[in-house]
């Protein structure tokens, strides 16, 4: 059976510009990624990762080429258009979690379903629902910081499956985690794979490369191996 792309980067150039420097950030980058690919992304600090997982997530756009995101160039999007694919087809999970820490764990999940207007009563149940997949029911009305570490990324992975997208962008999400609650969050991000979702992992541990269907390294802003 034909695989089916769901991401694709055209000859993607990225500058950016630093006083009178212009600095090249990405220098012709070409990615196809499948759906249900898990693809690893993996470079040095610096190397244009994060840079790649902004473009690919619709948080910016590309100086020269062009992003596709289920056969869609997001290239020439307006603002609010790209602000529903971001709510709707991606979800990000970050390595420093950005809860709202004001917000309980389930009041977070529930929180990017607001802006999509569905119900309270339908939030709280979806939300119910997620909590229960990525175990954590018992800490339903617990704060970020009555949580641990892990239990906290877990909110973020749930925060991120909440509007049930197809990508799951995820940025260094065991760079803060101890190596066994690490491993607990590449099992659950494995797991969402077999489920069906495209998961697209940016880190430097060169350790997680053996979970990946696909890998790209990244230095100095281009591709050298994919």
Known sequence: MKKEKIIELKNIEKYYKMGSSVIKALDKINISINRKDFVVIVGPSGSGKSTIMNLIGALDLASKGDVFLDGQNIEYLSESELAQIRGKKIGFIFQTF????????IENIALPMIFHGIPKETRIEIAEKILKD??????RNHFPNELSGG???????GRALANDPEVILADEPTGNLDHKTGLEIIKLLLKLNKKGKTI??????LKLLKYAKKVLKIEDGRIIDQ
Not at 98 to 105: D, E, G, K, R, V
Request: zero cysteines.
């Open 134 to 139: 990525v175990k954590l029911t018992h800490r």
């Open 200 to 205: 697209i992992l940016v880190t430097h541990d």
């Open 98 to 105: 950005n809860l709202i820490p004001t917000l309980t764990a």
């Open 151 to 157: 239990e906290r990324q877990r909110v973020a992975i």
